[in-house]
């Protein structure tokens, strides 16, 4: 059974992106020793297998971003295989161990991993990986790969890896953003709390500015009283 004929099968009216997390096509016929049918919108795929198929090139591998394991044993892929894994949360030389089942694999690029930043890094990988001839564009004798450009996209694997380091920088710089909006929000609260109580300070000042006049009215009204009342009283008055 060739790969597209298996795809239909496992499909079953479902659309490319509801296939998840497996894909299994192993012991499917190549066509041309080159994928088939495989596209792009299996983009939630994060295992494929594809063992004794008579895969001889990676060319038609398409981008699979959540992608996490990739089975190829027994193909007849020849060549040097070029592997990117820029990018990626790579921090222990370990890591890349399951590498060591790539016996065609002769170029590896780490751009921005962490595991670049360790001691003896480069020693390291190609200690690991023997059959590795170009790490992060040079040789173990820094003898820059022919046409060679370590930070363009890679034509194979790469495909594979996706943006995901871009993709967390976006949701990080989004997050900020909300953050910064949030703090905008409390900003903008805290101002109208303030005017709410400079007009409720206003408002009382001119509460206690009227009781003040209404007191001073009080007592002239008193004192007219009683100045009236002395003028009733008083002994020149009553001589009248």
């Given at each position: 059974?060739?790969?597209?004929?298996?795809?239909?099968?496992e499909?079953?009216?479902?659309?490319p992106?509801?296939?998840?997390p497996?894909?299994?096509?192993?012991?499917?016929?190549?066509?041309?020793?080159?994928?088939?049918?495989?596209?792009?919108?299996?983009?939630?795929?994060?295992?494929l297998?594809?063992?004794s198929?008579?895969l001889?090139?990676?060319?038609?591998?398409?981008?699979?971003?959540?992608?996490?394991?990739?089975?190829?044993?027994?193909?007849?892929?020849s060549?040097?295989?070029?592997?990117?894994?820029?990018?990626?949360?790579?921090?222990?030389?370990?890591?890349?161990?399951?590498l060591?089942?790539?016996?065609?694999?002769?170029?590896?690029?780490?751009?921005?991993?962490?595991?670049?930043?360790?001691?003896s890094?480069?020693?390291?990988?190609?200690?690991?990986?023997?059959?590795?001839?170009?790490?992060?564009?040079?040789?173990?004798?820094?003898?820059?790969?022919?046409?060679?450009?370590?930070?363009?996209?890679?034509?194979?694997l790469?495909?594979?890896?996706?943006e995901?380091?871009?993709?967390?920088?976006?949701?990080?710089?989004?997050?900020?953003?909300?953050?910064?909006?949030?703090?905008?929000d409390?900003?903008?609260?805290?101002?109208?709390?303030?005017?709410?109580?400079?007009?409720?300070?206003?408002e009382?000042?001119?509460?206690?500015?009227?009781?003040?006049?209404?007191?001073?009215?009080?007592?002239?009204?008193?004192?007219?009283?009683?100045?009236?009342?002395?003028?009733?009283?008083?002994?020149?008055?009553?001589?009248?």
């Amino acid at each position: 059974m060739d790969i597209k004929r298996r795809l239909t099968l496992e499909l079953r009216n479902r659309k490319p992106g509801e296939v998840r997390p497996d894909l299994v096509l192993d012991n499917c016929s190549s066509e041309d020793g080159k994928i088939g049918g495989l596209s792009s919108e299996f983009e939630n795929l994060e295992f494929l297998s594809m063992i004794s198929i008579n895969l001889v090139s990676l060319a038609n591998l398409p981008k699979l971003p959540r992608l996490q394991k990739l089975e190829l044993s027994d193909n007849l892929i020849s060549g040097g295989l070029e592997l990117n894994l820029s990018r990626n949360k790579i921090k222990d030389i370990n890591t890349l161990e399951p590498l060591k089942k790539l016996p065609n694999l002769k170029s590896l690029d780490l751009f921005n991993c962490d595991v670049t930043m360790l001691m003896s890094y480069r020693e390291s990988v190609f200690g690991l990986l023997p059959q590795l001839t170009y790490l992060d564009g040079y040789s173990a004798d820094d003898k820059e790969a022919p046409d060679s450009d370590p930070e363009a996209d890679r034509e194979g694997l790469d495909s594979v890896c996706g943006e995901n380091g871009e993709e967390e920088e976006e949701e990080e710089e989004e997050e900020e953003e909300l953050d910064e909006d949030v703090i905008d929000d409390e900003d903008d609260e805290d101002d109208e709390d303030d005017e709410d109580e400079d007009v409720d300070g206003e408002e009382e000042e001119e509460e206690e500015e009227e009781e003040e006049d209404e007191e001073e009215d009080g007592i002239e009204d008193e004192v007219r009283k009683k100045l009236a009342l002395c003028c009733l009283f008083s002994p020149e008055r009553g001589s009248e």
